[in-house]
C-alpha cells in the first residue's frame, strides 16, 4: 500500500508491482545507465527520484535526473501514472521543476497529435538558408572523432548505452547543425534510432528547437558551459566551441562546415541499425483465427507494462514502421526482451495483417500510441492519457501551451483510483 502524509492508497491495477527494492537508490546510483527492461526496474526510477535535488542540479551532467524517458518512451508505465505518483508522494504541483519537465514530453506529443507528419519538416525557416546544410552527418561526428571532446564523448556515450544526459543532446545537436552545418533532420534520424528512449515527437521537435527551425534563435553553447555543467573527461577548451556567443551566432548563421579539430582522432565504428524485425526474434505472421474467444492484451513496443491478469497477452511488430525507422541493435535487443517476457503469441506484419487478425479477439484491451496510429484508428484502443489538463487548440510554443493547460487531468489525481482502465472505445 503506498502511502505519503497519512494518505494511504488501495493497490491499482497500475500500481507498482509487488517488491519494488527500497534501496533502489543506491542500486541505481552504481549503474545509472543500465537500464533493466522490467516495469519493476521503471518504478524503481521513479521512487528513487530526487525531486528536492532536481530542480537545482538537472543541468549537470552528474545531476538529479531521472533517467525514465526509456521507460515512459516504451510505456513501462505511462505519463499518468508518474505524474500521480510524484503528486502522492512527493506533493508536487506545476509549478515543479520536474513536472514542467515532464509537460515538455506532453506538450511534444500535442505538437504531433496536431501537426502530424509535419514534424519531420521545418517548421519554418532556419537561421541559414536550406542550402547552407549538408544532407549527411559528416563521417567524423558518426564516428566520434571529431576531436571535441564533449562530442565524441557524447557520441560513444550514445552508442554505448543508448542514453544521453539532455544537456548532452544539446550539446551534440548544436555542434552538428550549426558548427558542422549538417540538417538537423538527418541528424535526428541518426541520434532517434540509437536512443533507448527515442520518442519521434521529443526527438525531432527538439532537434528543430536547436536548431532554430520550432524556435526564433539558434542554441548555442560555448566550452565555458561545457566546463561548467560536465566533468573534465567532456572539456573542450581550444577547439572550435571554444569561443564567444558572437561567433558562435554568427557562424550558425553565415558560416560552413567548421570540419573536425586539426590532428588524427581516434573513432569508433557506428553500430549497425536495423529496419527489419530480427530473424531469431521469434515473432510469426499474423493468424486471421487464433483469437477467436479470446480476451487480447495488446503487447508493442510503446506498450511494454505488466499485463493485466486474465488476458492473453499478443505481442505485434509493425514491420512497415520498423523499415521506415530502423534501431540499433541494442535497442532491438532491450525491446525484444520485454515483449517476449510478456507476451504469449508473437506476430510481425503490416498494419492491416496485424489489425485484421487482432480484431478478430472477442475483446481487445491496450494502450495504443502515436507512434502505430492503426491501433486506435482500427483496433480502437485509446491513446494513453497525458496527465495534464490540456488545451484543445494547437498551441505552437510550450509556454502557450503550459500557460492554458487547466492543471493536472483529473484522471492524474493523487486519490483517483480508476487511473487506468484502456479499452476498445
Ligand atoms: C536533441 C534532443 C533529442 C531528444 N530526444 C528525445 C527522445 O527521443 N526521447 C525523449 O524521451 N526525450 C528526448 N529529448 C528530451 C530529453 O533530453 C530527455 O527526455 C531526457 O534527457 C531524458 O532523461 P531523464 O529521463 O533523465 O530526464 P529528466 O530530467 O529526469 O526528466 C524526466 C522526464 O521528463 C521528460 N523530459 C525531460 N526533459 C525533456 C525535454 N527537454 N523534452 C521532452 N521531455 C522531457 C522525459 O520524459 C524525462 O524522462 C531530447 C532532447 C534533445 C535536446
Not at 566533468?231 to 581550444?238: L, T, Y
Not at 505552437?396 to 479499452?423: H, K
Request: proline share 7%.
Amino acid at each position: 500500500m503506498a502511502k505519503s502524509g497519512g494518505v494511504s492508497a488501495p493497490r491499482g491495477p497500475w500500481d507498482p508491482p509487488q517488491g519494488a527494492p527500497s534501496d533502489a537508490r543506491q542500486r541505481l546510483a552504481a549503474a545509472p545507465s543500465r537500464f533493466e527492461p522490467t516495469a519493476q526496474a521503471a518504478w524503481s526510477r521513479l521512487r528513487a527520484a530526487r525531486v528536492h535535488d532536481y530542480p537545482r542540479t538537472r543541468n549537470h551532467l552528474q545531476g538529479a535526473v531521472t533517467r525514465l524517458s526509456p521507460y515512459l518512451t516504451h510505456g513501462f508505465l505511462g505519463l499518468q501514472e508518474a505524474l500521480r505518483d510524484l503528486r502522492l508522494r512527493h506533493g508536487l504541483d506545476l509549478r515543479h521543476k520536474l513536472i514542467q519537465e515532464l509537460g515538455w514530453r506532453a506538450y511534444f506529443r500535442h505538437a504531433w497529435g496536431h501537426l502530424g507528419e509535419r514534424v519531420f519538416e521545418p517548421l519554418h525557416e532556419g537561421v541559414a538558408p536550406y542550402g547552407a546544410y549538408a544532407r549527411e552527418l559528416p563521417a567524423d561526428v558518426r564516428e566520434g572523432r571529431t576531436g571535441v571532446a564533449v562530442v565524441d564523448r557524447a557520441v560513444r556515450e550514445l552508442y554505448d548505452t543508448g542514453y544521453l544526459h539532455n544537456h548532452a543532446r544539446l550539446w551534440l545537436a548544436s555542434y552538428v547543425v550549426h558548427q558542422r552545418k549538417a540538417y538537423w533532420r538527418c541528424a535526428a534520424d541518426w541520434m532517434w534510432s540509437h536512443l533507448l528512449d527515442g520518442d519521434l515527437a521529443s526527438n525531432h521537435l527538439s532537434w528543430q528547437w536547436v536548431a532554430g527551425t520550432a524556435s526564433r534563435k539558434p542554441y548555442l553553447f560555448d566550452a565555458a558551459n561545457v566546463a561548467r555543467y560536465a566533468g573534465p573527461a567532456w572539456h573542450s577548451p581550444g577547439t572550435v566551441i571554444d569561443a564567444g556567443y558572437d561567433v558562435l551566432d554568427r557562424r550558425a548563421r553565415t558560416g560552413g562546415d567548421c570540419g573536425a579539430e586539426p590532428g588524427m582522432h581516434a573513432g569508433v565504428a557506428e553500430p549497425p541499425v536495423h529496419g527489419v524485425v530480427p530473424r531469431d526474434a521469434g515473432f510469426a505472421p499474423a493468424q486471421a483465427d487464433a483469437l477467436t474467444g479470446c480476451d487480447v492484451w495488446v503487447v508493442h513496443p510503446w506498450c511494454l507494462r505488466d499485463v493485466p491478469p486474465g488476458l492473453l497477452a499478443v505481442a505485434v511488430l509493425d514491420r512497415d514502421f520498423h523499415a521506415r525507422w530502423p534501431w540499433s541493435a541494442l535497442r532491438w535487443d532491450w525491446v525484444l526482451r520485454r515483449m517476449r517476457g510478456l507476451s504469449t503469441l508473437r506476430w510481425s506484419g503490416s498494419s492491416a495483417q496485424l489489425a485484421a487478425a487482432l480484431r478478430g479477439a472477442r475483446s481487445l484491451h491496450g494502450v495504443a500510441d502515436p507512434h502505430l496510429p492503426w491501433l486506435q484508428r482500427d483496433c480502437g484502443l485509446a491513446m494513453p492519457p497525458s496527465g495534464f489538463d490540456e488545451p484543445g487548440r494547437y498551441c505552437a510554443s510550450f509556454s502557450a501551451w503550459w500557460s492554458r493547460l487547466r492543471g493536472f487531468a483529473p484522471s492524474a489525481a493523487p486519490d483517483n483510483q480508476e487511473c487506468s482502465t484502456w479499452r476498445t472505445q
